[in-house]
């Protein structure tokens, strides 16, 4: 299983790279990466198999935080209590967003962010991306609310960009009435 130390901490200016398209066929190596990746991110969202090997909750990982420049991601969503579904997106484009803008109520966090972060980091309520699958294949994924907000968060990794950026340190609540809080 993959291991938290294998992710790389926000002082790695590696995180600030803007990763490149992915080209299929995938490699074994980003296969593996998928592979370990899901299982840590399921395991981590198990109360019970948290405890039990200590890993701290996470949603979702970019390939950056391993240290690997490529334009993939993978999510796993609780769509509902003990419900997950893993999502793995290569060269997703953003193709329309609501103007509606959110933020998670609970703050977001980041498997490569070890500190408690406050403020708000403004989302779009839902979106439409483009993506390909893991054997290359055209794919469109509707999103809204907390998937919607993943998704964003994993986008930004592939251009360098990290949840903290989104918040001004003077003014951490700025705009807050203008969003709606999930
Ligand atoms: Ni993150």
Redesign the pocket.
Same mark, same amino acid.
């Given at each position: 299983m993959l291991k938290l130390r294998d992710v790389l901490d926000e002082s790695n200016q590696l995180l600030r790279t803007i990763s490149k398209e992915v080209v299929f066929p995938i490699t074994d190596n980003d296969q593996e990466q998928i592979r370990k990746t899901i299982n840590y991110l399921t395991k981590s969202q198990d109360p019970v198999l948290a405890k039990k090997y200590n890993l701290r909750p996470g949603m979702?990982?970019?390939a950056i935080?391993l240290g690997i420049p490529k334009r993939y991601f993978v999510i796993v969503h609780e769509e509902a209590p003990t419900q997950f579904k893993t999502y793995i997106i290569f060269n997703p484009k953003i193709i329309s967003h609501a103007a509606e803008l959110i933020y998670a109520g609970s703050g977001e966090g980041? /498997?490569?962010?070890n500190r408690e972060v406050e403020g708000i980091v403004p989302r779009y309520a839902r979106l439409t991306i483009t993506y390909q699958d893991e054997k290359g294949q055209k794919q469109t994924l509707r999103a809204r609310e907390e998937l919607a907000i993943a998704i964003q968060?994993?986008i930004d990794?592939l251009n360098g960009i /990290?949840?903290i950026d989104h918040i001004n340190p003077k003014n951490p609540y700025q705009n807050e009435e203008k969003m709606r809080m999930i």
């Amino acid at each position: 299983m993959l291991k938290l130390r294998d992710v790389l901490d926000e002082s790695n200016q590696l995180l600030r790279t803007i990763s490149k398209e992915v080209v299929f066929p995938i490699t074994d190596n980003d296969q593996e990466q998928i592979r370990k990746t899901i299982n840590y991110l399921t395991k981590s969202q198990d109360p019970v198999l948290a405890k039990k090997y200590n890993l701290r909750p996470g949603m979702g990982l970019a390939a950056i935080q391993l240290g690997i420049p490529k334009r993939y991601f993978v999510i796993v969503h609780e769509e509902a209590p003990t419900q997950f579904k893993t999502y793995i997106i290569f060269n997703p484009k953003i193709i329309s967003h609501a103007a509606e803008l959110i933020y998670a109520g609970s703050g977001e966090g980041c /498997l490569s962010v070890n500190r408690e972060v406050e403020g708000i980091v403004p989302r779009y309520a839902r979106l439409t991306i483009t993506y390909q699958d893991e054997k290359g294949q055209k794919q469109t994924l509707r999103a809204r609310e907390e998937l919607a907000i993943a998704i964003q968060h994993e986008i930004d990794h592939l251009n360098g960009i /990290l949840f903290i950026d989104h918040i001004n340190p003077k003014n951490p609540y700025q705009n807050e009435e203008k969003m709606r809080m999930i």
